[in-house]
């Protein structure tokens, strides 16, 4: 079995899961849980915008979550001044972008070295963190939105179906919206990454001087992956402030931009299904973690009681026992598998093909 059918094998795989997934949910699942996976499937979208950016572009982003929150501040907003969804959804997505690209520009086109790209985008993050942070008064607002500041701006309008501002997209609908934009983003990232696009940016990571003396200009293609990433990143950040109605600074912290960067290195890099696995589990991990926590003195509730901790360590011992991410080793071992099965194959006829000789 070549590369090639394995691959196809994996994405009708990736397909049918995600399909059964998103119909079934609904049906066998409590609402609660519901509204959990959504959750999930929200940040998963958030996770495939930096696995295109530092998985597939080499560009190391601290600056996801300022992506994030831009969207989800720039839906806010535009919802309580507009009242239909359709614009709002767009300026997320295009307002983002727009940022990514600007910021990306004078970053690349200026020649910024690796690590130093890594600075400025927390830099940017950390920035908007504090500016946010900073808009408590009732001064602080656009239009009828205001900012709130470390409050936050709570009761902030569903979606709807395009054009009907009456048909609000329900907490159901929410995760069916979700699951979907989940299964598009992971399909439409690996139709680029397949297309020309996608080998160019690839190439660039690996040799970018080679690419260069190709005729290919680095920078354009670099700036055209970041650009990309920070529209997917605004898209996540439109539908978490629907999912929780409610967007507050904690959106651009540091604790944000790291768990992003964290969900990338354990699921996997230069993958696309090891940023989701690696996403879903880790926030998994921490519910479990965190949620009712029992009083008392006994051993578990201590445990519990030091959850963070339990989690940081874990995590720390996965990154270093498993370098690579999860789903490029569980990768190896299937391969180590199969030339296994081969070896012992082709060592069970030998002795047959010599009788028969």
Known sequence: MNGRTLNLLGLALVGIVGLAFLVLTPRVAELDT?????????????ALSLALIWGYGGILCFGQSAFFGLGAYT???????????????????????????????????????????????????LILFNSVN???GPEFH???????????????????????????????????????SLLATYFGLRLLLASKFGRIIVGIRENERRAELLGY?????????????????????????NWGNFVSPTIFGLAQSAQI????????????????VGC????????????????????????????????GIILIAFVLLVPKGLV?????????????????????????????G
């Open 34 to 46: 519901v509204l959990e996976l959504t959750v999930y499937m929200i940040m998963a979208i958030l």
């Open 280 to 311: 879903i589990g880790i926030q998994w991990l921490t519910t479990a973690l965190g949620a009712n926590q029992p009083a008392g003195s006994d051993w578990w509730s201590k445990i519990l009681a030091n959850a963070p901790l339990i989690l």
């Open 142 to 180: 656009i239009g009828t939105a205001r900012l709130g500041g470390f409050n936050g701006i709570p009761g902030i309008p569903p979606l709807n179906y395009p054009g009907n501002r009456n048909a609000a997209i329900d907490l159901e609908g929410m995760f069916y919206l979700a699951t979907a």
């Open 75 to 125: 839906y806010a907003i535009a919802m309580f001044n507009i009242g239909e969804s359709t614009v709002p959804l767009l300026l997320a997505i295009a307002l983002p972008a727009a940022f990514a690209a600007l910021l990306g520009y004078f970053m690349f086109y200026g020649r910024i070295s690796d690590v130093y790209l890594g600075v400025i985008t927390l830099t940017v993050t």
């Open 261 to 276: 960067i964290i969900w990338v290195i354990v699921g996997g890099r230069g993958t696309l299904i090891g940023p989701i």
């Open 217 to 241: 200009d680095p920078r354009a293609w670099k700036l055209a992956t970041f650009t990309i990433g920070g529209a997917l990143a605004g898209f996540a950040g439109c539908l978490f402030a």
């Open 328 to 356: 490029p080793t569980l990768g190896d071992f299937g391969q180590w598998l199969l030339r296994s099965r081969g070896r012992r194959v082709a060592t069970h006829l030998k002795p047959k093909q010599a009788e028969e």
């Open 134 to 136: 900073s808009t408590a």
